[in-house]
Nanobody
Framework: QVQLVESGGGSVQPGGSLRLSCAVP????????IAWFRQAPGEERRGVSC????????SYANDVKDRFTISRDNAQNMVYLQMKNLRPEDTAVYYC???????????????????WGQGTQVAVSS
């Protein structure tokens, strides 16, 4: 089982910024890619972004691609999600998920991932 730990959530006003962190297992269990998902109350868990840890290539959902930036620090076994210009509709629990394969075209499908972190809450309100 692959254990990931998210952190960095909090409460911000609209237009604010947050950086989420995902601690990734190292060594033999290191995943090939990491995705961020989010789940708002009463809604399905939806893909936000994905990064291939070796190449650094990225994918984004359309509603965040001009505001969010995913990055990785392989030396520290960390993946980050920098979120800017936050909106109330970004309010959700954010999860990171590992995959043995590249992000690919199906990165935003929940069925692609077997393990999830515990999530970190992001609340955007005035």
């Amino acid at each position: 089982q692959v254990q990931l730990v998210e952190s960095g959530g909090g409460s911000v006003q609209p237009g604010g910024s947050l950086r989420l962190s995902c601690a990734v297992p190292g060594s033999a269990s290191a995943p090939y890619s990491i995705a961020w998902f989010r789940q708002a109350p009463g809604e399905e868990r939806r893909g936000v972004s994905c990064i291939n840890r070796a190449s650094g290539s990225t994918s984004y959902a359309n509603d965040v691609k001009d505001r969010f930036t995913i990055s990785r620090d392989n030396a520290q076994n960390m993946v980050y999600l920098q979120m800017k210009n936050l909106r109330p509709e970004d309010t959700a629990v954010y999860y990171c998920a590992p995959d043995r394969f590249a992000c690919g075209l199906t990165w935003s499908s929940r069925d692609k991932y077997d393990y999830w972190g515990q999530g970190t809450q992001v609340a955007v309100s005035s």
